[in-house]
């Protein structure tokens, strides 16, 4: 009992500390570095301790310090609860998604079963979903409490694009529990151990709607209408200043971990390294006894999960480095004309498929 | 155990019902109704029944509240409004009425259940609640009632459409 709470509390700690502690500081200098490599520049290089820049590391720590002392501002005729409440109702779904999205499989370490999810429920990919669904409050009201116009269209252009885009996320996650016939991450993982049952083979259009839906819902460039710089000032987060405005910022970059993650479990394999099966890695290391076979083996799949995961976050990064922002009856023209009906037609594709098959 | 989780949620669900009452902002109003749903589906993981919970969450306080916030911030723009609550003053009455009305159904709910000993229900399988369960009595046993709900449905969306359309043309 006290063994498994506190291998539940390490599991949660370590997901903390990947995403705010790592993930979140280390994509703001990242995302710096991508954007001045696209555009031929050097990127940030001045923040330094005494004269040393960590190749412009430590303006994550710049940033952090900046938004610690910056005044917290409310304006006039602002809901100060609402106003106070939304970034944190909006970082936090970011986070929680994590609990049920596994990052190894499970291993027997000193006779004990590890299985590396904080939580494996038997719903988990519509907590996902659920989780998602629920991360629109952030910014609806984050829009509605600053009492400004601009503010204001930013959470409507939010609202309507996140229920436009949730639709097609919804359908394209039936596809994947079609194929895989669970809801349970943790299964739908361990199912891809053979290379040609990844997701992206067994379900390629769903990936790549999967992966359009995901970004439109983290509002990211092509699909950042809502905060839109040369239109709307800021969207939704025009009147936020301070930490407040840090943690509208933190919930984005940790939602594209979020989806990251979602998109190397659903669809490229979770923790498997193609052609190396478990079983094999675990022969191979068999000298180390039992407890050293799996915890190489836990290692090595945690490795491997975080590569990809990289990989996603850099493919989002050079994404928005490169397109221009849609219009806004454009984003909502491709949400309910083209991937609507596609990933309708996949769902009824994949059913005649897996009928064809049995 | 089971207690220690139950009476601070059901304390939380009740605070928020009362406050989506008495709140002065409709908005105010509406975040609480969401406090409360999220609440509600905290009582149904108890009652083992993750996937109903999971759809209070994603349906009621995911998908409709999402739909009342966006309309209220449409109408209501300037926050409350003090013509809507001068109306409803006038209707203290029947307030009122419809409280007492509800409590007495309420009471009677109570009433029955306790008569039909439902205090000792049969102990629950293994897989009571899952999705697999829940679908396979959706699709066997109850298939009917469930496509003439989705039938209601289609018809109640098909219905705001041409309500809705008559008056912009």
New interface residues.
Partial sequence: MIVDLLITLVKILFILAITVGFFAPVLTWVERKQSAVMQDRIGANRADILGFTALGLFHAVADALKMFTKEDFIPQGA?K??HT?SPILALIPAIVTFSVVPFGGEYTLFGKKVNLVISD???GL??V???A??S??GY??AG??SNNNWS?LG??RT??Q??SY?VTMGLTIIGVLMVYGT?KLTEIGAAQENFFHWGIFLQPLGFFMFLAASIAENKRIPFDNPEAESELVAGYFTEYSGLKFGMFFMAEFIEMVTIAALVTILFFGGWHFPFVSTAALLSVFEFLGATGANLVAMLFHVGVFFAKVAFFIWFQMTVRWTLPRFRYDQIMKLGWKILLPLSLANVVVTGLVLLAVS | MELLIFYPIAFVSIVAALLVVFNKSPIGSAVSLIGMMLCLAGIFVMQKAHFIAILQVLIYAGAIMVLFMFVIMLLNLKGDDTAAWAARDKNKLLSVLTGVLVVGVLYKIVDIATRTELNSPAPLTDNFGTVAEVGKALFTDYVLPFEVASILLLVAMVGALVLAKSKVD
């Fill in positions: 809901n609860v609402l409440l429920l038997n719903v519509l907590f979903f659920a989780i669904s629920l629109t409050y609806v009201i509605w409490s204001l959470s409507m609202s309507s996140m229920i949730e809801l």
